[in-house]
């Protein structure tokens, strides 16, 4: 019989290497499940991980992929700082959400008038938006020891119904014909997040991205708060020990995830999404936590693991256009990537042993 | 009945085991001796299975024994209490033991055996507890307990004494004897010379990771084995040159709730600390040396006023602020609390250091600066270790215990209070720590050491307090009080003996 055996030292090229090993099982396994359903594999592969890059159709599919990877990437990058410390957000989708409507809510506010302040307020209040919905669970669980988890896996829910109240009543566009969905913010210039050069599919929140994953490279290598983060994360005694406020950290890591997602949101609903509607959660804020761990809770991982999510999303997407693949292809595939991940990361920890009998 | 020969293991940087042969006999209480590093824990992981061999072999019964992993080591009748703990905090006693078992039996079955083996070998020890509010010694119980319940045939005990009381160790002592009476060969390490000397039959004497001698031990004196082991002698210790100065830490009315449902709640603890003098605290561990420790490091907040240095007050801050104003501490369990197991020697040097020896500047880490403190650390204390960048459990646990004694020494505190200083350090290394302690009170720093080792106490401390049940005594000075008058001071103090007269 085969065993796992616990290792006593860690290879530290496994770190690396299993998430590579995990997008290749993920294709192999993907393949076979196409081919099951009656589909060439090989085509469904290359359709998904290679035409929207490469394809005939590039010049459309490729500025998508940063339009994808840019808000994936800014919540995995607060999302990791709090796994890093063992503080679990799983909510961030719910805070996008938040911050997508506390965002609009400024620009529908000022509407029609024009200034420069009114793109920079509207960011401002997207974060503190996410940052506020990420403080209950870190208040709940300073104050009652309520699980974070669970708390901010619920308030996504909660969240989603705010936004279909604010889509169908308090948001919905008053010149919009009784359909509901707020005002469509790409056409209110002051409010508008467009694309910054022209055939990328770059705008500001891909700026945003590219910031927070410096900002937490920094802060987790260099700053004194990410080195008890992470002291935290490895012996929650010792970072005590060493004058950590474990209520501290929760709120930190709870408020900046939920900041960032909250910005997210709001880059999304002024730039791609154009509007509130009851559908502004697309799923970022899940595929997010994939994102995150595809990419080692490391910075330059993270950005490595946005843009191979993105090209899932996009792949998906395309393969569902030209080859009739089902909708459902890009969720299996990320779930396939997750759970890959996972049984490879058990390699990191185990090694196989075979059962020497007593 | 096991034989080692030519055994060798080498880590990055250093070489562990080199050409190690032995061979232990069934009945008998072998003992394996050697400094901090020397490569004694090596060796036994290697016959549990933890470790792999590089080069040699092994016989277990005449079989050649080449255990793949722990379980096959087990199966094959070996078993291991280990330095350093290996049980699930959030998790009862049984259900620990039960993770360790093969074929786990019921529940109450197993309650039932755990309270009759901790009965017949005297370890009280209540098997619905959970192990998160067990002391460091309660802990080693549940280790001991664990091996005993395997009727293994080669027991291997590294260094199972350290955080015993000596009365709980004389009857661990009884305990061993029987089983050996029974046959089983029990393999034996600890840097508790006499305490080798008056129950070892044989002891294997480890220098550099090589066997250099293998004796009786009750033939020799602790001195000559010491000797053996770092192949020269022993400096004696000096506490001349120290006065005591004006009052520093003044600490009154200090009562604090029991931090979980199985910790101790202190009772008005009440002592006063003078410039150059160093105050021993004696007890049995679980008596609140642990929350003693945390009220003073800061971990625990007390009620204003409790507790003044320099006569400003320092019970509502935190651990960082009073290390600025100079109240350093060191706890007792080194992997998890003193240090971080996965970081680097330079990490956990930031980990206490980085406010007084300016490692952190406007929150940023100067890291050079951190690694060269650990260096000065590492040197300073002899700590046996490739460099700054070995991660904190990759040392041997005298040399991490070295470390953070260290660590905490070398930043020159106004005040530092120590628990259990030098649990698990060599004779020489342990001589060189209380000599540490000793420079540091000589130069007008204030030391609290908390210990079980009454030895130590008497050695290092000027005053000598109990604590017992979360209540202090009186201090009374140590000069000219025998360890005979101190046990009987301790009436109070439940268990507590003398550990040899
Ligand atoms: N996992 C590891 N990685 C690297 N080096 C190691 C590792 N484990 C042990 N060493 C090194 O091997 C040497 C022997 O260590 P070992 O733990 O066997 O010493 P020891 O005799 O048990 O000492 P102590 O009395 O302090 O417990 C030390 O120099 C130690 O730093
Ligand atoms: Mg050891």
């Not at chain 1, 799923?283 to 595809?294: E, H, S």
């Not at chain 2, 722990?70 to 703990?85: D, I, L, N, Y």
């Not at chain 2, 003098?277 to 971990?299: F, K, M, P, W």
């Amino acid at each position: 019989m085969i065993r796992l055996v616990p290792r006593t030292e860690t290879p530290a090229l496994l770190q690396v290497v299993t998430p590579v090993l995990a997008v290749l099982a993920t294709m192999l396994a993907g393949g076979l499940l196409f081919a099951v359903m009656g589909y060439d594999p090989v085509a469904a592969i290359k359709t998904i991980f290679w035409d929207p890059l490469f394809g005939p159709a590039a010049s459309y599919s490729r500025p998508q992929l940063l339009v994808k990877a840019a808000p994936l990437i800014l919540i995995a990058s607060g999302l990791a700082v709090g796994f890093r410390a063992g503080i679990w957000n799983i909510g961030a989708e719910g805070q996008y959400i938040i911050g997508a409507i506390t965002g609009a809510a400024v620009a529908l506010t000022a509407y029609p008038a024009a200034g420069m302040w009114i793109f920079p307020a509207m960011v401002i209040a997207g974060a503190a938006g996410g940052w506020a919905w990420g403080m209950i669970p870190a208040l709940l669980r300073n104050w009652f020891g309520a699980s974070e988890i669970l708390v901010s896996l619920m308030l996504v829910y909660v969240a989603q119904r705010i936004a279909a109240w604010m889509a169908f009543g308090p948001m919905k566009n008053p010149e919009g014909f009784g359909f509901p969905g707020s005002r469509n913010l790409q056409q209110y210039p002051a409010a508008a997040n467009p694309e910054l050069i022209p055939g990328t599919g770059a705008h500001w929140g891909v700026v945003a991205a590219v910031l927070a994953v410096l900002a937490t490279w920094f802060l987790m290598s260099r700053h004194i708060r990410g080195f008890h983060i992470r002291a935290a994360g490895a012996a929650p005694r010792a970072a005590r020990f060493a004058g950590v406020k474990p209520e501290t950290l929760v709120a930190f890591c709870l408020g900046l995830s939920g900041a960032l997602a909250g910005m997210a949101g709001l880059f999304e609903v002024a730039g791609p999404a154009g509007q509130i509607t009851d559908k502004v959660g697309v799923g970022y804020g899940f595929t997010a936590i994939i994102v995150a761990f595809l990419g080692r809770l490391h910075p330059v991982g993270i950005l490595l693991a946005g843009l191979l999510l993105a090209l899932t999303y996009i792949g998906g997407e395309l393969a569902q256009l030209t080859m009739n693949l089902p909708a459902a292809t890009v969720q299996v595939f990320q779930g396939m990537l997750l759970f890959f991940l996972l049984g490879f990361d058990l390699l990191t920890r185990y090694r196989i042993a075979r059962r020497i009998t007593a | 009945m096991f034989r080692a020969q030519g055994i060798g293991k080498s880590y990055p940087g250093v070489r562990a085991n080199d050409d190690v042969s032995f061979w232990v006999a069934p009945g008998e209480i072998h003992a394996l001796l050697g400094e901090n590093g020397a490569g004694k824990s090596t060796l036994v992981k290697m016959i549990y299975g933890l470790v792999r061999p590089d080069d040699g072999q092994m016989t277990l019964n005449g079989q050649p024994h080449q255990p793949a992993d722990p379980r096959a080591a087990r199966a094959a009748g070996v078993a291991m209490v280990f330095q350093h703990f290996s049980l699930f905090d959030a998790l009862t006693v049984a259900e620990n033991i039960a993770l360790g078992m093969e074929n786990p039996p019921p529940r109450r079955e197993l309650s039932a055996r755990i309270a009759q083996v901790s009965r017949d070998f005297g370890l009280p020890l209540n098997p619905a507890r959970r192990i998160v509010t067990l002391s460091a010694g309660e802990r080693q119980r549940v280790e001991i307990i664990r091996c005993l319940l395997q009727n293994p045939r080669l027991l291997i005990m590294d260094e199972p004494t350290s955080v015993l009381t000596p009365q709980e160790a004389e009857l661990l002592f009884a305990t061993l004897r029987t089983l050996a009476d029974r046959g089983t060969a029990i393999l034996y390490i600890s840097h508790k010379l006499d305490e080798i000397r008056t129950h070892c039959d044989r002891a294997t004497i480890l220098r550099h990771g090589r066997v250099v001698d293998s004796c009786d031990p009750r033939a020799h004196s602790a001195r000559d084995l010491a000797a053996m082991m770092v192949g020269g002698a022993m400096r004696p210790i000096d506490r001349s040159g120290r006065r005591a100065g004006e009052v520093l830490l003044q600490v009154g009315a200090l009562s604090q709730p029991a931090p979980s449902a199985e910790g101790t709640a202190l009772k008005s603890v009440a002592l006063t600390l003078r410039a150059g003098e160093i105050l021993g605290i004696g007890g049995v561990a679980g008596n609140g040396q642990d929350e003693l420790l945390a009220a003073l490091s800061g971990e625990a907040r007390s009620a204003p006023g409790t507790i003044l240095l320099g006569g400003a007050d320092l019970s509502r801050l935190g651990p960082e602020a009073r290390r600025r104003a100079g109240l350093l501490a060191a706890p007792e369990d080194r992997l998890g609390h003193a240090a971080v197991p996965d970081f680097s020697l330079a990490e956990n040097a930031l980990l206490t250091a980085g406010a007084r020896k300016g490692l952190v500047r406007k929150g940023l880490i100067d890291r050079p600066a951190a690694r060269a403190f650990a260096e000065s650390v590492i040197r300073a204390f002899d700590v046996r270790t490739p460099g700054p960048g070995t991660a904190a459990r990759a040392l041997s646990g005298g040399n991490l215990q070295k470390f953070v004694i260290g660590r905490e020494v070398i930043q020159a505190p106004r005040v530092l209070a120590v628990n259990q200083p030098t649990w698990g350090v060599d004779a020489g290394a342990a001589a060189a720590v209380r000599q540490s302690l000793l420079d540091l009170a000589r130069s007008g720093a204030g030391v609290i050491v908390i210990s079980q080792d009454l030895d130590e106490l008497l050695e290092l401390s000027d005053r000598f307090c109990a604590l017992n049940e979360g209540r202090l005594s009186d201090p009374v000075p140590t000069e000219g009080l025998t360890l005979d008058r101190i046990g009987l001071m301790l009436g109070g103090a439940h268990g507590m003996e003398v550990a040899h007269p």
